[in-house]
């Protein structure tokens, strides 16, 4: 009896609203499991509003995107993008020119499937949850990851977002708290790590306090965890 090859895990990064964070979790956590020896590819599902790329210093050697491959005009691996210092780490990027219209959750999940076949972990980067493309970046996920400020809005809006993905069956999400500031949660001007548990009633599995450095290194194009400290 031949053993099954292990199945490569699918993890969705989505949030509630924009801007929380989501893509710089993505490209982080990517380039953390690739120096840890794990063959990763993140595929950025927000078509036309490609930001991933830009994190990953990989903006110039796109020549094809995620709506090439789903339309045939080139072969999946055609369109992986090797990263420039980890070798293990490569990037399905979306189109920019297109909408969200171009890809379908058939799609989506052939995508993941023939991506499975030679990687170990495979993140998503969905759009916000709010926004069309939530269905067809949900579809693949073995496992949801939704990233959220200590911010009343943004937790409402993770909030809302946890119920589609338990209406889905893709539950039960987990959560990573970002850009925490302690001296304002301190001072009671910012939600605390508590408050945002208890409002959203999913696992924590991370917390990351907010640091400049993060928007110094997103300009470079060189994920934080490239750093030597």
Not at 28 to 50: F, H, P
Not at 145 to 159: C, G, I, Q, S
Not at 167 to 185: D, Q, T
Not at 200 to 222: K, M, S, T, W, Y
């Amino acid at each position: 009896m031949t053993e099954e090859p292990p199945k490569a895990r699918v993890v969705t990064v989505t949030s509630g609203k924009g801007g929380v964070g989501k893509t710089t979790l993505t490209a982080n956590l990517g380039t953390a499991l690739a120096m840890l020896g794990q063959r990763v590819v993140v595929v950025d599902a927000d078509v036309g509003l490609r930001n991933l790329d830009v994190m990953l210093g990989l903006e110039n050697r796109i020549v094809y995107d995620l709506v090439d491959v789903i339309e045939e005009r080139c072969r999946l691996r055609q369109a992986l993008v090797r990263h420039k210092h980890l070798s293990e780490l490569f990037l399905l990027p979306a189109a920019q020119t297109r909408d969200k219209t171009a890809v379908s959750v058939d799609d989506m999940l052939w995508v993941c499937r023939r991506l499975a076949e030679e990687h170990d972990i495979i993140l998503v980067d969905s759009p916000a949850g709010i926004e069309g493309g939530f269905q067809y970046a949900l579809a693949p996920a073995d496992e949801v990851l939704v990233v959220t400020n200590p911010e009343v809005p943004a937790a409402r809006d993770a909030d809302r977002v946890i119920g589609l993905i338990e209406a889905e069956e893709k539950g039960p999400a987990r959560l990573v708290i970002n850009r925490i500031k302690p001296k304002m949660v301190d001072r009671g001007e910012m939600l605390s790590i508590a408050d945002v548990v208890e409002l959203l009633a999913v696992e924590l599995i991370g917390v990351v306090p907010e640091d400049q450095e993060i928007l110094v290194a997103a300009n470079r194009g060189e994920p934080l965890a490239l750093s030597k400290n």
